[in-house]
């Protein structure tokens, strides 16, 4: 019996916003469709991997390379990893900034490195090194990620300079023994 190779692909884990459900379905059917054809080709598993997860890096509407969700000084940072199972080997880096693929980048690590993990400038250097794709930060945030990154900041000045940094058990601000709702303030 022949095995017939499956691909599951998710966009990550959170409430899709109902302006972004069809493009992320689009993006995962993409994705899937790339992983399964090199699957189908005779490529690798992580070859299909790699390539998938790149597709979802290259659509803005993930938020893994361009579509980059920005950290609380407004600036891109991203995280990937892959595994080969076979070996147990992987490879990822952390904190990269400017790579194109940081999928891509943690593949070479783990495929010509003894490391598992490259962080920040030292993986952007080992990045350049390598010649892998750099591109202008402004290739990698949308306008979605700005809006939501200036919602946090309001957000986060309101509880810090409205609620004294007090916040309840179940994470909601409260002022003055009493919960507040914060869609009043920002």
């Not at 022949?2 to 990550?12: L, R, T, Y």
């Not at 979802?56 to 080969?84: R, Y």
Request: charged letters at 20%; one cysteine or more.
């Amino acid at each position: 019996m022949e095995i017939q190779p499956i691909v599951v692909i998710h966009g990550g884990a959170w409430a899709i916003p109902d302006s972004l459900v069809e493009k992320s379905l689009e993006g995962v059917k993409t994705a899937a469709t790339i992983a399964l054809e090199l699957l189908q080709s005779g490529k690798s598993a992580l070859d299909a991997v790699e390539a998938a997860v790149s597709s979802l890096e290259n659509d803005p509407t993930f938020d893994a390379g361009t579509g980059s969700v920005l950290n609380s000084k407004g600036e891109v940072e991203m995280d990937s990893m892959i595994m080969e199972g076979e070996n147990l080997r992987c490879g990822s880096v952390a904190c990269v900034s400017n790579v194109k693929n940081p999928v891509q980048l943690a593949r070479h690590i783990m495929e010509h490195t003894d490391h598992v993990m490259l962080v920040g400038p030292g993986a952007v250097d080992y990045a350049k090194e390598n010649n892998f794709p750099m591109v202008p930060t402004d290739q990698l945030v949308t306008t979605e990620a700005v809006k939501t990154w200036e919602t946090f900041v309001k957000y986060n000045k309101a509880v810090k300079t409205l609620f004294n940094g007090v916040v309840c058990s179940n994470g909601v601000p409260e002022m003055n023994g009493y919960v507040k709702n914060l869609n009043n303030i920002i």
